[in-house]
């Protein structure tokens, strides 16, 4: 930067990340499973958590969601909420749930285990939370959930019963009730972990197509492949720090960390 | 033979019309308050304040560790000692509901319980509150869960309505006591008696089969 640029003003809000997470902490009794996890989201930006189970990635996804509540740190959604979760857990309940509400207002989960209502049809289960929560009328509820279930090749399982599909379709469904609460953040809580390796290939293929079409995403998986292909930024999380991160070609082809590098091996080459 | 075949068909239609008229009415009012009762029971058990479902905890025990019988003479012959006066059909109606109270918020709560946690999560997840959650997320698929031990209470509850006897009110029982101390004929009439709640308990649990198939339309088989 030469001495002549004007000094850069604060980033406008389209510059800004969409979120900002800083200094996440959590303790599950004895056992820190966060201990200061910094990262940001951009807009249309792909982010992929990896590492090995009781690394924290799951406990940094359902964070971003309300589902958990982090002890220390601060998650800055452009836009609102901004939670300072020391500060938040001093404060009134009250306040601490509006903080939550907010939270989920912005973002949207896909569950492993899908965890459709199974009370509910296929259509139901995609118009509740815009029925019952965004108060979003019916007709262009049920005809906005038609036209999502039709991109994702599901139109005439609308009336079935989750029972009646197979795991793939389920997970699918999954994502399609998280894609009606129009969010602004996309989380995937190891969206194929639970289904047979066959079904696999499907919810990826739906889940790459989101990311080309522009959807804000954070990804917790071991799709490794899936990982490479689609992500932007892939944060390689042991023992509740991120260890390493960079655009998958980096972290992939030309880890820097011993961990990292150990952590790949066994997943790509697990009979060595 | 021909005197009791004939005592039998003569007040047969006296003691369905004591079913009719104060058994299943009976029943029925108790156990709709009974249910209110108990969802309110099982919410406070589940409540993280401990004072809240500590007085839960106390009412079931209180409930399940005394007689039916005992809890219906205190109300009936009981509390008009303290200037409080009820009379039989509310007494036993008060009886009832707060027994069944008692015994369905032990089946609700398990019922509860038994959902799944990612049912909570995902209701949440959709932006529902906790209250929303539980009534359109947990409370019909608990529902589902619930039918079969509730279906056992309705029925035992059914057949403790003779109880009510005891207080005055007249329903089955009753009339079958009152015809049998007329005719001097006891097994002839407490046998049609018999006959009578058993009639009806199998009618409830046909109306159970029926409803258990209708809720499980959405569950795998």
């Known amino acids: 930067m030469s001495p002549t640029d004007p000094v850069p003003a604060d980033p406008s809000p389209a510059e800004r990340p969409l979120l900002t997470a800083t200094g996440l902490r959590k303790a599950f009794g004895e056992n820190e499973v966060l201990r200061g996890i910094d990262f940001e989201v951009r807009r249309g930006e792909v982010v992929v958590l990896i590492g090995p189970s009781g690394s924290g990635k799951t406990t940094v996804l359902r964070s971003l969601n309300g589902l958990e509540t982090p002890d220390a740190g601060v998650l800055d959604l452009d836009g609102g909420p901004v939670i300072d979760f020391a500060a938040q857990a001093l404060g009134p309940a009250k306040a601490a749930k509006q903080q939550r509400l907010a939270l989920r207002d912005r973002s949207a989960m896909v569950f492993q285990h899908h965890n459709l209502f199974p009370h509910l049809t296929v259509l139901e289960n995609v118009i509740e939370g815009p029925v019952q929560v965004q108060r979003v009328p019916k007709a262009r509820a049920v005809a906005e959930a038609t036209a999502l279930l039709d991109r994702v090749g599901l139109a005439e399982k609308r009336d079935a019963y989750p029972f009646e599909l197979s795991g793939g379709q389920q997970q699918r469904v999954g994502i399609v009730r998280a894609?009606?609460?129009?969010?602004?953040?996309?989380?995937?809580?190891?969206?194929?972990?639970?289904?047979?390796?066959?079904?696999?290939?499907?919810?990826?293929?739906?889940?790459?197509?989101?990311?080309?079409?522009?959807?804000?995403?954070?990804?917790?998986?071991?799709?490794?492949?899936?990982?490479?292909?689609?992500?932007?930024?892939?944060?390689?999380?042991?023992?509740?720090?991120?260890?390493?991160?960079?655009?998958?070609?980096?972290?992939?082809?030309?880890?820097?960390?011993?961990?990292?590098?150990?952590?790949?091996?066994?997943?790509?080459?697990?009979?060595? | 033979m021909a005197d009791g075949w004939q005592l039998f068909l003569d007040s047969f239609w006296p003691i369905v019309w004591g079913a009719v008229s104060g058994t299943i009415p009976l029943a029925l009012a108790s156990f709709a308050i009974g249910l209110v009762l108990a969802l309110g029971v099982a919410l406070m058990r589940l409540s993280r304040n401990r004072v809240v479902s500590g007085i839960a905890r106390v009412y079931i025990s209180i409930i399940r560790g005394t007689p039916l019988l005992v809890q219906l003479?205190?109300?009936?012959?009981?509390?008009?000692?303290?200037?409080?006066?009820?009379?039989?059909?509310?007494?036993?109606?008060?009886?009832?509901?707060?027994?069944?109270?008692?015994?369905?918020?032990?089946?609700?709560?398990?019922?509860?319980?038994?959902?799944?946690?990612?049912?909570?999560?995902?209701?949440?997840?959709?932006?529902?509150?906790?209250?929303?959650?539980?009534?359109?997320?947990?409370?019909?698929?608990?529902?589902?869960?619930?039918?079969?031990?509730?279906?056992?209470?309705?029925?035992?509850?059914?057949?403790?309505?003779?109880?009510?006897?005891?207080?005055?009110?007249?329903?089955?029982?009753?009339?079958?006591?009152?015809?049998?101390?007329?005719?001097?004929?006891?097994?002839?009439?407490?046998?049609?008696?018999?006959?009578?709640?058993?009639?009806?308990?199998?009618?409830?649990?046909?109306?159970?089969?029926?409803?258990?198939?209708?809720?499980?339309?959405?569950?795998?088989?």
């Open chain 1, 179 to 272: 894609l009606a609460l129009k969010p602004d953040l996309l989380l995937f809580d190891e969206p194929t972990s639970a289904l047979d390796p066959e079904l696999v290939g499907e919810v990826l293929q739906v889940i790459a197509e989101l990311a080309r079409e522009g959807w804000t995403m954070v990804v917790v998986t071991h799709e490794l492949a899936f990982a490479r292909q689609a992500a932007d930024e892939v944060l390689f999380l042991d023992g509740g720090v991120v260890v390493e991160r960079g655009t998958p070609q980096e972290l992939f082809t030309a880890p820097r960390e011993e961990r990292t590098r150990r952590f790949l091996d066994r997943i790509l080459r697990p009979l060595d």
């Open chain 2, 73 to 221: 003479f205190v109300i009936f012959y009981g509390l008009p000692a303290i200037g409080v006066v009820i009379d039989p059909w509310p007494s036993a109606i008060a009886a009832f509901s707060l027994n069944v109270g008692g015994y369905a918020a032990e089946i609700i709560r398990a019922a509860i319980l038994s959902v799944p946690k990612g049912q909570w999560e995902a209701g949440y997840t959709i932006g529902m509150s906790h209250a929303k959650t539980l009534r359109r997320i947990i409370l019909p698929q608990a529902a589902r869960v619930s039918v079969p031990p509730l279906s056992n209470s309705f029925i035992s509850l059914v057949k403790d309505t003779s109880l009510a006897s005891l207080i005055l009110v007249t329903e089955l029982f009753k009339v079958s006591q009152q015809i049998a101390a007329f005719s001097q004929e006891f097994m002839l009439l407490y046998l049609e008696a018999a006959l009578v709640y058993w009639i009806i308990c199998l009618a409830l649990s046909s109306g159970q089969s029926a409803l258990e198939r209708r809720l499980d339309r959405y569950v795998a088989h």
